[in-house]
């Protein structure tokens, strides 16, 4: 029986694009907290952090730059009063500002901690046992700790070369996932959604050649990524991906590490799709129920089925002064809104949330 020492370095270095290190310790540094170290010996992962604090830095702006600025955009100026020259200047469709907060929001600790999660990382720290006590390794900020660990020691291993840390800190970070402009389909992050409600863990890993070469595979437990006709030479990247025992692998191409794992996400998921595999939104609540309501309600607003609910109040009292609530509960974009009468304002509001649960889980059988 294999254990998680052994499938320690194998996995990590799939999960962070089938990267591998040069120098193994360094991957085992970046899961080491100070307190394993205090009662061990050795070093522990914090300037990896530091590190790779930086690096993510990098990975961000460049992603964004990418996505907003990478514009050259030509103009003419003046030089003088007899003749123009023609200029490239940088262009970006965002300010300074929104592209700050579009970084900030990439590199926060929430958008860190839940990538540690969808990696499967965590559960191979190394730390104290007071720690382990403690659940520490639950922790978002100690997730966020790992993920700058691993980056810093990439960086490190790879000799700060640039097409690696950007090839690995995309992968991990998936920024698509984390910033969606509506223009396309975030496959990854909704194969990291579909996998999260079966309690598994994605698989991707990445094969020595590209699409022209996957022509001649035909392995009959594989799906392969079908691409429309035209010059694929550039589909020099190939990824594979594994959902569930017994499930078909799933194989996808593309121009770099983080096209190809787009491209076999899209597959993967309109296969599911195809095959009504998916989730819809009976599956996210178990029990509808009158207690729960109001949470249920906010939890399949949040999963991005509605906009979030909204409750206007109006208190009256009846002829022996005793307070009478009237609660709405209103969702934009929906022309229906239910209300409930009562003299609980709490159990009014989630009579009121009821109904219009109700509502929602009966319109989507329709």
Known sequence: MKTQHDIFQPMV??????????????LRQAFVRRSFTAENGGENNEVLEFIGDKVLDMVAVRYLSEKYAKEWYAEFKIQDAFRTDKVQEYKSELSEGDLSKLKQKLVEKKTLSRRIDELG????????????KN??????????????????AVALDCNWNFETIISVGEIMLSPDSVISDG??????????????RKKTIPLFWYPDYGYSAALYLHDPNVIYQTLPNGNLSSW?????LKLLDGMRIFEGYGSSKHEARK???????KYLEERGMLYDIHDEIENPNF???INQLEILARRGYFNIPEYTFDESHDENGNPIWHVECHIDGMKNYFSADGSSKRNTKKDAAFKMLNYVLDLDEA
Request: net charge negative.
């Open 263 to 269: 491209s076999v996400c899209e597959t993967a998921y």
């Open 135 to 152: 659940h520490v390794a639950e922790s978002d900020s100690v997730k966020e700790d790992l993920f700058e660990a691993i980056l810093g």
């Open 236 to 240: 020099n990247y190939t990824c594979r």
């Open 291 to 293: 207690e729960d309501s």
């Open 183 to 196: 223009e396309m389909t975030d496959y990854v992050g909704l194969i990291y959604e579909w996998d999260a």
């Open 13 to 26: 270095q799939q999960q962070i694009g089938g990267y591998k290190f040069k120098k193994p310790m360094l």
């Open 121 to 132: 990382l965590a559960q191979f720290l190394l730390m104290g046992e007071g720690d382990k």
